[in-house]
């Protein structure tokens, strides 16, 4: 639905509604924050099934190792509660394993996800809560790619968005194809003119 130059699409839809169904699932299980739920669904949703739960598996994935690291971080500030120590030495220490362990296993879109958890988690949960905190994130995130999934399920997008989002992929394809065309051409370039320079 086109009302000047503004367009009501599918995706656009689903989005809102994904947040909706958060908040109104967090409210009848009676948990307690909806925020990373309404944020992975919001991030996982696609226009296609294969891309939303390629991207809720990064997000999952992400969210755990990042968890995983809080407890870790939580656990030590138990038994050491220095504070400003941790938070100068531990804190980039457990930034930066988290971004090698997923850059490791080639899961460089998720690392964003894991530290940004990993940081929320380590700065405002509170004392003692390490466990619960860190488990239930990992929970919210399911939930989160749990509805993006069911909403691409039940609501597909129509055919006619479908040929645009062809189109438009085409378009960045054909675009990508003559960046790298011209990059080729200049690389040959400089191995023409190194051959002429070594004759």
């Not at 309404?38 to 968890?67: C, F, H, P, W, Y």
């Not at 990508?176 to 003119?193: G, Y």
Request: charged share 20%.
């Amino acid at each position: 639905m086109h009302v000047g130059r503004f367009r009501l699409g599918m995706r656009t839809f689903k989005t809102a509604l994904s947040v909706v169904l958060c908040v109104l699932l967090f409210h009848v299980l009676g948990r307690d924050n909806p925020l990373i739920a309404t944020i992975t669904a919001v991030v996982s949703l696609r226009q296609d099934m294969t891309s939303t739960v390629s991207i809720g598996k990064e997000r999952i994935l992400g969210n755990t190792v990042g968890s995983i690291a809080a407890m870790i971080y939580l656990l030590v500030q138990h038994f050491l509660p220095q504070t400003l120590f941790l938070q100068l030495i531990l804190l980039p220490v457990l930034v930066a394993l988290v971004i090698i362990f997923l850059d490791g296993i080639d899961n460089n879109s998720g690392i964003i996800t894991g530290i940004a958890t990993f940081i929320l988690i380590t700065l405002s949960a509170p004392q003692g809560e390490s466990v619960i905190v860190a488990l239930d994130r990992i929970v919210d995130t399911f939930i989160g790619v749990g509805v993006a999934i069911f909403l691409n399920t039940i609501l597909r997008p129509p055919e006619i968005e479908k040929e645009k989002e062809i189109e438009s992929d085409l378009t960045e394809l054909k675009g990508k194809e003559q960046d790298l065309q011209e990059t080729l051409a200049k690389v040959h370039e400089k191995i023409k003119d190194k051959e002429k320079d070594e004759k």
